[in-house]
Structures are given as C-alpha cells and as structure tokens.
C-alpha cells in the first residue's frame, strides 16, 4: 500500500496494524508503526494510544503504558474507560496490584466509572500479585454495586479461595453458578478449579467425579483441565490413574504438552517407580517435546526421593549439559535426597556446586541442608550453616527452627535447642507444633517438669492443638515424675479432643502406669487396645510383661505368650529375654525351654544374654542334663560360651550336684569342642 503513488496515511489501517501486532505481542513493531503514522502527518488519536497501551500492558511493561497516557494527555486526548482499564491491567499483570488501584482510584476521580471488565481486571490484579484476601474483600464490595459479576469474576474468587484454604467457601461459591436461576454457569475454568481445590484439600476422589460431571453438562476438557487431573493423581502418587487420564487425553486427540508429561513423570516418582519415570522422560524427549527445569526437578526427585542420590546427582549434569540451568528447586531436591541416604559428604558437594553454579540459597534451601546435616548426624555442620544463613541476612522461619529445635532434642543437645527457641522468641516467628513437642521434650529430659507442662498449657491457649505426637511427649513428662494419674488424664483428654492415641502413645501409658506401680490398669488398656485393634509393639509386650511379672499372673502370660508367638522373628531380643526370664523365675521351666525352641525355630534374636537367661534358671532348677545341652547348642550356633557359664555347671557339681554326679558333670563339661581348662 505504501508502494502505491496515491497512497494516503489513514488513522485506521495504522490502528488496525498496532493492534494486530498487539495480539501477537509484538511491541516493538508495533511501537515503530505509532511514531512512522506520525512522520505521515498521521494524528494518532484515542484508539491509536489504547492500542498501544494494550500491546505494552501484555508485555509487562507497565510503566511504558503509563508514559503513554501522560502523552495521550499532553494530546489533549482524554483517557476512556477502555485506556484506564489497559492501563489497570498493565500494572496488574505485572502483579503490581497496588499500581492498579492508583489507576483505578485516578479512573474515578476523573469521571470515569469502573464497569464490569475493570472489577475483573482489579480482582485479576489481586490474584497475580497473591493478594488473594483483599480480592475476596474487593468482591464483596463489588457485590453491594450495580454491576453483576460473570462467569470470569466467580473463577479468579474461587481460586483466591483455595489459596486461601477456604475451601468450603469456594464450593459454595461453584455450587451457586450452578443453579437453575444463576446468570453465569460455571465453564472449563470452574470446573478445573474445582479439580484442584479437591486435589490440594486431599479429596482426591472427587476430582474425577467432578470431570465426569463436567463431561455430563455438555462441556469438553482441554489440555490444562486434563493436565489438572493428571497433576491430581501425580500428587498423590497414583500412578496407575495418572497414567490413564493421559492415555485417554491422547485418545481425544490432544497433544501431550510438556506439562503432562512432567505431572506423568511425577506421578511414578511419588510412586517409588524411578525407572518408569525416567521412560517417561525418554517419552518426551523422542516425541519432540522439550524438559525444562521443572521437569529435570522432577526427575532428579523421583531418583532422591527414592535412594538413588548418585543418578539424581547425574540428572543435575545431564540437564546442564542439555542447556537447562538447575535453579533452587534442583538443590534443595538434592539436599533433600543426601539427608535421607545419610550421605555427608554429597551434602557439603550439592551446597559446593550451588555456589559454583551462583544459585543463592534461600530459605527453602538452607532448611533442607540444615535438616539434611541432621538427619546424618552432623549437628556441628547444621549448626554452622545456620549460622551462615543469619550472616548473609536470609530470614529463617518456622522451619529452620523446627528442625533446629527438633534435631537438637533428637541430639541429647537440650540446653541448645532452648537456646534457639530464644532466638525463636526474638524474631517472633510462630511456633509450630513440633517446636512445642521438641520443647516439651527438651525441659523433661532436663528435669525441668514445671516449664513443661506451662508450655503445654500456653499451647492450648495459643489455639494449637496438641497432636498425638504432643500429648505423647506430655505423658512421657509426667511419666519421668511418676506421676501416673496426671497421664491418664492427658489420655482421656486426647479421646475427648478427636486425637487417636497410636502404639507409641499407649505404649508410653502403660509404662506410666508400671511406673506408678498399676499393674492392673496395665493389662486393662492392653484390653482396649487389643479392643481398638491397635498393634502390639515391642514396647507394649515389655510393659505388659513387667505388669505380669509384678501381679506374678501366670494365666495372662500364658495368654500374652500366644499373642507374641507369630511376631518371634521380629521381636527385639530385649523382649524376648525379659519373657524367657520371667517364666524362668516363675519356675516353668519346661514352658521356658518349649519357647525357647520356638524362637529358635522361628529365627528370632537369640544373643548371648538369651542363652545367660535359660542357663541361670536351668541350673537354678538343678537341671543340669540340660544345662550342658543348651551349652552344646550355643557351640553348635557359633556361640562361645563364656568362662562364667562353665565355672556355674562345675561349681554346681561340686557343691549341689552330688559326688554320684560331679564326675559326669565335670567329664561331660570336657567334651565340649572349645572347653578349656
């Protein structure tokens, strides 16, 4: 057109070009084409400048939209309600909400009422900027106006709501579009809310309720829907349902994009399958769908997660030689995986290559190196990475000091542990539950029982409810002081608060109550958890052992016995030795050596303190055919028997076996392979 010799500059064609290059994002071309219609002696007028406030609004670049309404004014152009609602959603966009408001604010001042487009570009704002209570707030007030909120209003408030974790409020708020009378019936963007409020909230049943419901209302999934639900199963590790959402997705002729495919790979890493995983890495790859770092992060958690840190510590090469940069995500991965395999020396690597690679460590990061040194034991090491953390002024928050706390308690550094919950104090951070278990822990093992129970007390007025975990610590507490009565209560005020006591916390109880001489309340809540179908551990046998040994109840262990039959192979030898000795002491020694052989047969732990036991009470009961028996057994498993055990069965025949039989004995003794004297 320009070519032609009649051709003649028009404000049209040059508007229609700007917003054309609008659309595709092309600022520069279309921001050339604004000042060539000038050099034409084309006067750019209202839609010239909204166009190209537009195309900068798209870009991000808000404070260039700004500049151009100054010289849309300095044109004497006034401003529409379409250029301040371009200028509100250039500064949204850029999630600079408060900028927006300034527009807004000035919109009204000059004259220009907001309508419904610039309600949804506030809220949009709201939302990009993580402001999600002030966009509920702002949808409230919008309410009490003229103007009616649509379909795109009700999706941006639903989803500031499950970020909110109000999640009832938000299906509430799909309900209501739903009905018969409502003006804006939910769309595809409603629905895939809903399939993630109900994955994040951990109802992940009803996520493929509501796709089919949403299938049955005449409305077709695209690709982000489908993606939803597969990253739904991928989060809760359902691989198998992952997996056939994405074939079904293929099946309706969309495109797996690189989002399925890393929600696919997550799903089998969450799966504890690292190698399916990586084909379906190779899928992606051979289907000319290119990894970006949320995918090799995936990839390297699927390998960490699982105890392979050497092939996740590969992928990190791999996806650097490839052209993709790891960022912090990568490194707190790693971290993560090092500190469960308890690999020391990959933790002080993986921190070694994030300076290298200048990846700044935040937060997140320093909390997962900090735990990761922990969980190897190395409290010097965590300890001077915190200290490091402080110095390059990165905040810590509830999570270093639950670790800090936590991993000082696991540590025996009590007195330590107490020191950052100063330090806690201090920057007012908020604590969370494990902070109040680890202290409570902390001031018991310190014999500081007053402390412990203010800080139980302070819990529950703070509002924090006290977990399994606390009340736990609690009675353990009271247990220390002896004081059973106290713990019981704390037992009945976890029923009466929701809160299912587990083995651990039985286990604790009855201890309590052994401890305050209650063998009988000992086998009575044996009786409720046998009731409740709580499983029996190693801790509640030995209790329940000591509380029969005490009552000298040969019935209940007879019966205790049998319970503890099938578990032999898995039992501790602790356990195992206090029943043996038990019905040793009782006199049934029969009964013992017949349990003896079962545990035996059975492959449980027999030590060397095992053998001690049944020997003592072999010979305490004068039998000792067997007693030279049990010694042969114990040479026969590759047992030596100590100089001890020979000198009882000697002394025995010198002084108490007889002199018919000292010479039997004392020949007998001789015969053993390994015997020296």
């Not at 659309?23 to 921001?31: G, I, P, V, Y």
């Not at 000042?35 to 195309?55: G, H, S, Y």
């Not at 579009?177 to 804006?184: D, G």
Request: proline letters at 3%; a positive charge.
């Amino acid at each position: 057109m320009k070519n032609q010799k009649n051709y003649c500059a028009r404000n049209d064609i040059y508007n229609m070009m700007i917003r054309l290059h609008a659309r595709h994002n092309q600022t520069d071309q279309a921001r050339g084409l604004f000042f060539e219609m000038q050099e034409w002696r084309c006067k750019p007028d209202a839609e010239t400048f909204n166009a190209l406030i537009n195309v900068h609004g798209r870009a991000g670049q808000w404070r260039w939209a700004m500049n151009i309404k100054d010289d849309m004014l300095r044109a004497a152009i006034p401003p529409s309600r379409s250029t301040y609602n371009n200028l509100i959603n250039a500064c949204g966009s850029s999630g600079n909400w408060r900028q927006a408001l300034q527009v807004c604010q000035m919109m009204t001042e000059n004259g220009v009422g907001p309508d419904l487009v610039t309600h949804n570009i506030v809220l949009s704002a709201f939302k990009s900027g993580a402001q999600y209570l002030k966009a509920v707030s702002y949808f409230q007030l919008m309410i009490g106006t003229e103007i009616r909120p649509d379909t795109t209003t009700h999706n941006i408030v639903i989803h500031c709501l499950i970020k909110l974790q109000q999640y009832a409020q938000a299906i509430e708020m799909f309900n209501s579009m739903r009905e018969k009378r409502s003006e804006c019936k939910p769309d595809i963007v409603s629905f895939t809310s809903l399939i993630h409020l109900y994955s994040v909230s951990g109802q992940i049943d009803h996520c493929k309720a509501v796709f089919n419901t949403m299938l049955g209302e005449g409305l077709k999934p695209n690709i982000v829907t489908y993606n939803s639900l597969i990253g739904a199963y991928a989060s809760h590790g359902m691989s198998e349902e992952a997996q056939s959402i994405f074939s079904e997705m293929k099946k309706n002729g969309f495109r797996p994009d690189v989002v399925s495919y890393t929600s696919l790979l997550n799903a089998y890493g969450r799966s504890e399958q690292p190698k399916k995983a990586r084909e379906v890495f190779h899928l992606m790859k051979r289907n000319n769908c290119k990894p970006n770092v949320v995918s090799y992060n995936a990839l390297i958690d699927a390998y960490g997660s699982n105890g392979f840190p050497a092939k996740a510590i590969d992928v990190l090469r791999e996806m650097e030689q490839n052209g993709v940069h790891p960022n912090i995500v990568s490194i707190c991965t790693l971290l993560a995986a090092c500190g469960r395999v308890g690999q020391k020396v990959k933790i002080d690597s993986i921190l070694s290559a994030a300076e290298l690679r200048g990846i700044a460590l935040n937060t997140i990061a320093y909390n997962s190196a900090i735990g990761s040194y922990m969980n190897v034991g190395d409290y010097e090491k965590a300890i001077e990475l915190y200290r490091s953390m402080r110095k390059k002024k990165v905040k810590p928050d509830s999570v270093t000091y639950t670790v800090l706390i936590s991993g000082g308690c696991k540590m025996s550094k009590y007195i330590e542990a107490l020191g950052f919950l100063d330090e806690m104090m201090g920057l007012k951070i908020p604590w969370s539950k494990e902070v109040y278990s680890s202290v409570i822990y902390a001031y018991g093992k310190l014999g500081r029982f007053t402390e412990a129970e203010s800080i139980f007390t302070t819990m529950k007025v703070a509002g924090c409810s006290p977990d399994v975990v606390t009340y736990t610590t609690m009675i353990h507490t009271y247990t220390a002081v002896g004081d059973w009565e106290k713990a019981a209560a704390l037992l009945e005020e976890m029923g009466m608060n929701n809160v299912q006591p587990d083995t651990i916390a039985f286990s604790a109880m009855l201890r309590a109550f052994n401890t305050g001489c209650q063998p009988a309340k000992v086998m009575s809540l044996a009786g409720v958890m046998r009731e409740k179908n709580i499983p029996f551990s190693d801790a509640i046998f030995l209790e329940m052992l000591s509380a029969c040994s005490i009552l000298r109840d040969w019935s209940t262990t007879t019966k205790l016995v049998k319970m503890m039959e099938p578990s032999f192979p898995v039992i501790s030898v602790g356990v195992l030795n206090q029943l043996l000795l038990f019905i040793g002491k009782s006199g049934k020694i029969e009964t013992m050596m017949m349990i003896f052989l079962k545990i035996v047969a059975t492959g449980g732990e027999i030590s060397v303190s095992t053998y001690s036991i049944v020997l003592k009470n072999l010979l305490a009961a004068g039998n000792w055919r067997k007693y030279i028996e049990v010694l042969g057994w114990m040479e026969d498993a590759g047992i030596q028997p100590s100089f001890e055990m020979y000198r009882r069965i000697l002394h025995f025949a010198q002084n108490s076996g007889g002199a018919e039989y000292a010479a039997v004995i004392q020949e007998r003794v001789r015969k053993l392979s390994f015997c020296k004297f």
